[in-house]
Structures are given as C-alpha cells and as structure tokens.
C-alpha cells in the first residue's frame, strides 16, 4: 500500500482528493491536514511513503513544509498538486526537495501514475513545469558563460552595485528567504498584500535580482560571509 498524506488548506479538494485516493487498491489516505504546520506535523507522525502538497497554506507555505519534510524524512516523497506555475515558484518547489510538481488541473490518471512513479522511487513534472525549472537553471548558470569573454568584456559584465535596504526591506527579504507567500509577509508584518509587492518590486531593483529564489539565495550568501 501507499501511504499518503494529503496537505491541501481547501476542505472540498482535499475531501475530495482523499476519496479517489481511497478508491484505488493500492492507495491508503492515512493523514489530512489544512495547513502547512499540519502537515509537517502529520509526516513525522505517520512517515507516509507521499505527500500531496498544496504551496499556498496558512502557517507555514507548502515550500517551507515541503523543505522541512525532505530533510527530516528522506524517505518521503512530496508531490507538489497547485495552481501555482508562476516560475519562481516551481524553482522555490523543486529547490526544497518536492520530487512531482503537478497542476490541480490534471486528469485524475496522471495524478494517480504520479503517485505510483513516486513510490517506484521516479520524478514527475508535466513538460510545462520541466521546461520553466529548465529553464530556471539555464538562467542561474549565466553567469559561469562570463568566462568564455574577453578580459575586457568580463569587466564591462561587473554587476552594479547592489543599494541598501530599509529595516522594512529587510523584514521582508527575511521573510522571503523562508519561503513566505506575499501574503503570509503581509499578515506576519500588518502589511497589505499590494504593499508587499512593492516591497518585493522594490527590493529586487535594488539588489538587481530577477526571481524570489535569486533573494534568498543573495540573503544565504551574505549571511554566510557575516559569520
């Protein structure tokens, strides 16, 4: 049997999704939860085989919980069921360990394929997501193609310079580097989801990055160098 714990904050999909789980003879729905501390929770409790993870969640977003469970329980394979597919967020998923990212609207026997190629310990991504995560990499590895340029070019390639950030700014970008949706930034610093935006459109000028994956990694690095 395969264990499953579906992390899904809508009762109506979620009840749903455990019921066609339930139907099939190989599939057992031993956990759900609303949330993504629930979920974490539940997946340390039960160590399911799956996880079907939704990324937008109260308390904690499907991409922390999606780190966290990774890490603690490698043997547990977290299938990514959202409707987000905005690039940042398909890297942000895959870069915390998620082995499936699937839409929520695919058909129920690709779901269920998913989860049984999971269990077969294999990766599922629809093309459309594999393309974006492709090309996410092809992006972050640009800068190693500098060295293909002449000496001359290579220093006209310098980066400007990044500017200073506001302790608001800062806030945020903290935030960010956890893996925190716009609006759960808004609800841990009383900031309207519209204002986080500006935050984050503000914070990426000034530290010229393209991707809220390229923030955290810029907050890690510094972070780093600070020790």
Do not use: C, W
């Not at 599922?124 to 090309?135: C, E, L, N, S």
């Not at 503000?202 to 393209?210: G, P, S, V």
Request: hydrophobic letters at 45%; aromatic letters at 2%; glycine letters at 4%.
């Amino acid at each position: 049997m395969i264990r499953i714990v579906i992390a899904e904050d809508q009762a109506l999909v979620r009840r749903g999704a455990a019921m066609l789980l339930s139907m099939e003879p190989d599939m057992e729905v031993v956990g759900q939860a609303s949330n993504g501390l629930e979920a974490v929770e539940l997946t340390q409790l039960l160590h399911p085989d799956v996880v079907l993870m939704d990324l937008h969640m109260p308390f904690k977003s499907g991409v922390v919980a999606t780190r966290e469970i990774t890490r603690e329980l490698p043997q547990t394979q977290v299938l990514v069921l959202t409707t987000l597919h905005d690039d940042e967020t398909v890297f942000e998923a895959v870069r915390a360990g998620a082995q499936a990212y699937l839409l929520k609207d695919a058909d129920e026997g690709e779901l269920l394929e998913t989860i049984r190629a999971l269990k077969r310990g294999e990766s599922r991504m629809t093309p459309q997501i594999a393309r974006k995560v492709m090309d996410q990499f092809r992006r972050l590895a640009q800068p190693a193609g500098s060295e293909s340029l002449s000496a001359v070019d290579a220093s006209k390639a310098e980066p400007p310079a990044a500017e200073a950030l506001s302790d608001k700014e800062e806030k945020v970008l903290a935030r960010i580097a956890e893996g925190m949706s716009n609006r759960q930034i808004g609800a841990s610093l009383f900031l309207a989801e519209g204002t986080v935006k500006n935050y984050v459109s503000r914070i990426m000028q000034k530290l010229h990055a393209n991707t809220r994956t390229e923030l955290a990694m810029l907050l890690r690095k510094q972070r780093r160098a600070e020790k």
